[in-house]
């Protein structure tokens, strides 16, 4: 269940230098915390994280395939690792960074609404529709800071399983997190998006620029 137990201040958080929440929570998240969350808090997580990428969405949704898993509140990562065998039969990871999250956009509403996920962990953010699918089924999306990937792979404890094997290296991976952050709520369950407040203010300024140069 989601948890806003934290280091810090009286009511359970600390604040980031961003002047955002620092949150803590464990695996898997109920709707309740999630929609807690705002765009600025900073979140770290520990528990069961799934993998997925292209490929594995696309067994999903595209040819309905499904596997012997309970999703509900559960938290799904954008990434395709490198990983070495354990030799007894598993994996250990190499490298797990994350992948950028547009072109795994379509799978948004099904992931939220078919599966029970309740976060997506990705980099560079989804689309306004996906937005408001997470508004509507009280959903976030998390983003990690690029080229972090030798960081986030030392806060993998366990690759725990592997489904779907055949669709190597995006496979369906259930991994054991440590300390998995720190990860920014980028979009959240209020129509919020830090990307398009990105785009706006890139727009407020280029427009001023303009007025300044008399263009």
Not at 54 to 73: P, Q, Y
Not at 134 to 161: C, F, K, N, P, W
């Amino acid at each position: 269940m989601g948890t806003d137990a934290a280091n810090g201040a009286g009511d359970g958080t600390a604040t980031s230098e961003g002047g955002g929440r620092v949150l803590h929570a464990t695996t898997p998240l109920d709707e309740a915390f999630v929609r807690s969350l705002r765009c600025g808090d900073e979140v770290w997580l520990d528990g069961t994280v799934w993998g997925v990428r292209d490929a594995s969405l696309i067994r999903f949704f595209d040819e309905g395939k499904r596997v012997d898993a309970d999703f509900g509140g559960a938290v799904f990562l954008h990434t395709a690792p490198s990983v070495r065998p354990d030799g007894s039969g598993g994996y250990l990871p190499v490298s797990v960074g994350t992948t950028t999250s547009m072109r795994m956009d379509r799978f948004t509403r099904g992931c939220l609404d078919e599966l029970g996920v309740r976060a997506i962990v990705g980099k560079g953010g989804l689309s306004a529709e996906s937005l408001e699918h997470l508004r509507r089924s009280g959903g976030v999306y998390l983003a990690v800071t690029g080229g972090a990937a030798s960081v986030q792979t030392r806060q993998v404890a366990e690759i725990e399983d592997v489904l779907w094997e055949d669709l190597m290296p995006e496979c369906l991976w259930r991994f054991r997190m440590r300390g998995f952050g720190p990860l920014f709520v980028g979009m959240d369950s209020h129509g919020v998006s830090e990307y398009q407040r990105v785009r706006d203010t890139a727009q407020e300024r280029r427009a001023a620029a303009r007025r300044v140069l008399g263009l």
